[in-house]
């Protein structure tokens, strides 16, 4: 079980986005995810009028992967980025619970 997920808000505790809040778009397998608005990069990106639908040139803000150590979970109880653990239950189900409070995630 992931301690972060697709949809979760996290918040960036390093870098040069540090303290900007986001919602995970993709995680890679190779321990790295991709948050909305954080970690744009300029690309310089050539038109390709042969693809649907066709392509304009210039340049493209991207949004590039992150470490997925620079991001905690966004808790909206506390306003702050908080560690994941992982509880099981009596009936072996998992829950994603934050370590300081205790309280579920998926709230």
Do not use: W, Y
């Amino acid at each position: 079980m992931n301690k972060i997920r697709k949809g979760d808000e996290v918040i960036v505790i390093t870098g040069k986005d540090r303290g900007r809040r986001g919602t995970v778009l993709e995680l890679f397998e190779d321990d790295r995810i991709l948050v909305e608005g954080v970690n744009v990069a300029k690309k310089h990106q050539k038109a390709n009028p042969n693809a649907m639908p066709p392509l304009p040139g210039g340049i493209v803000d991207k949004e590039m992967p992150l470490d997925i150590s620079n991001v905690l979970v966004f808790n909206s109880k506390t306003k702050k980025g908080d560690r994941v653990g992982i509880r099981i239950s009596e009936d072996g189900s998992k829950q994603r619970i934050f370590r300081s409070t205790g309280q579920t995630v998926d709230l």
